[in-house]
């Protein structure tokens, strides 16, 4: 299995253009999330989707919009760049959370795609 | 709203020495789940160990454990027998017990091992 996957790894925009990231997971995980993790900061939650179709604002989600079209693939997308998004996306899945916790509340992180906007 | 607090930047521990990062909380939940995160230069998120808050009993891992202090929200992560491949960023988190609910991360902790 490849676990959590995302493209691209890296990646230069210019302030104003526009670009998706692909999170895709074969884990048949329910939940995905997406977080930015900024210098001196831990990891915050931009958007995150608890199923085929559902998605949900998180902490940051100002300036991105995802869409969740199948259950493996989890889209971020940046409409028009700000220097202010340049930062490292983390792509995440995991299972819903069960009454009794267990393996099935862990996060599976994808590898981060680094943005860069000038 | 929930928060984690790492008070330590850096950190740096002797080869096969034993090191201690902290993790203070806050939060009004009574049941709920505590992470420690490693991220090595890869930058990938690596799952160290995990904390039930309704278990009284700290969690072990091999070399690595915790020391869970509910009253005190207090969630301090122990590596034993530091190696050189501990280096990292290290993150605690918190995660509500409940449907639809995120991680909350720290500000990471950076663990140098010294050979």
């Known amino acids: 299995n490849a676990g959590v996957t995302q493209t691209p790894k890296f990646r230069v925009l210019k302030t104003g253009q526009s670009m998706t990231l692909l999170c895709a997971q074969d884990?048949?995980?329910?939940?995905m999330y997406w977080y930015r993790q900024d210098p001196g900061m831990g990891l915050r939650l931009i958007h995150y989707?608890?199923?085929?179709?559902?998605?949900a604002k998180g902490e940051v989600p100002d300036g991105y919009n995802v869409s969740r079209l199948k259950k493996q693939n989890f889209l971020l997308g940046l409409e028009s760049a700000a220097p202010s998004q340049t930062s490292v996306y983390f792509c995440?899945?995991?299972?819903?959370?069960?009454?009794?916790?267990?393996?099935?509340?862990?996060?599976?992180f994808g590898p981060g795609t680094r943005l860069t906007v000038l | 709203a929930q928060t984690v607090t790492q008070s330590q930047p850096e950190m740096s521990v002797q080869e096969a020495e034993t090191v201690t990062l902290s993790c203070t909380y806050d939060?009004?939940?009574?049941?709920?789940?505590l992470f420690w995160y490693k991220q090595p230069p890869s930058r990938q998120m690596i799952l160290v160990i995990r904390?039930?808050?309704?278990?009284?009993q700290n969690a072990t891992e091999n070399r690595f454990s915790v020391n869970f202090q509910k009253a005190a929200k207090s969630f301090s992560l122990k590596i034993s027998d530091s190696q050189l491949g501990d280096t990292a960023m290290y993150f605690c988190?918190?995660?509500?017990?409940?449907?639809?609910?995120?991680?909350?991360f720290g500000t990471g902790t950076r663990l140098t091992v010294i050979p």
């Open positions: 904390q039930e808050a309704y278990k009284q």
């Open positions: 884990m048949n995980h329910e939940y």
């Open positions: 988190a918190f995660m509500k017990h409940r449907v639809r609910d995120n991680l909350f």
């Open positions: 989707s608890v199923g085929e179709g559902t998605t």
């Open positions: 939060t009004s939940e009574n049941n709920y789940y």
């Open positions: 995440a899945s995991s299972y819903p959370l069960t009454p009794f916790g267990g393996a099935h509340n862990e996060q599976f």
